[in-house]
C-alpha cells in the first residue's frame, strides 16, 4: 500500500505565505512525477504544479511567479511554497503522485486527502 500524507495548510492573510509538504511512504519502487492540485468549492479540481523525477516543473498560470513546487527525492516528499497568497487561493489542496511499486512498466495514480488553504483578512 502507499499512502500520501499532505500537511502545511491553515488560515493566514492576504500576502502571507504557507508551505505545503506531502510525504510519500509505502511500497514504493519509484516516484515519477509529483505535483500539487486544490478544489476550491463548486470548482473542478485544477493543477497548480507538477514535478518530475528530474525536476522539470510546470505551474498553473495562477501559481506562476507566487508558487515553487520541490521535492526531495531520498525522502519521497514534495513541497509547495505558497507565497503572496490570495483570497482566491483558498481550496482544498491535494498532492498526486505518479508512483511505481514494483520495477516493472506499471505506474499508479496516487492521491493524498488534502490540505485546506483559507487565506481571508
Known amino acids: 500500500q502507499v499512502q500520501l500524507v499532505e500537511s502545511g495548510g491553515g488560515l493566514v492573510q492576504p500576502g502571507e505565505s504557507l508551505r505545503l509538504s506531502c510525504a510519500a511512504s509505502?511500497?514504493?519502487?519509484?516516484?515519477?512525477?509529483m505535483g500539487w492540485y486544490r478544489q476550491a468549492p463548486g470548482e473542478q479540481r485544477e493543477l497548480v504544479a507538477r514535478?518530475?523525477?528530474?525536476?522539470?516543473?510546470n505551474y498553473a498560470d495562477s501559481a506562476k511567479g507566487r508558487f515553487t513546487i520541490s521535492r526531495d527525492n531520498a525522502k519521497n516528499t514534495v513541497y509547495l511554497q505558497m507565497n503572496s497568497l490570495k483570497p482566491e487561493d483558498t481550496a482544498l489542496y491535494y498532492c498526486?503522485?505518479?508512483?511505481?511499486?514494483?520495477?516493472?512498466?506499471?505506474?499508479?495514480?496516487?492521491w493524498g486527502q488534502g490540505t485546506q488553504v483559507t487565506v481571508s483578512s
Open positions: 509505502g511500497s514504493i519502487f519509484s516516484i515519477n512525477a
Open positions: 498526486n503522485a505518479i508512483i511505481r511499486v514494483r520495477d516493472d512498466l506499471v505506474s499508479f495514480n496516487y
Open positions: 514535478i518530475t523525477s528530474g525536476g522539470s516543473t
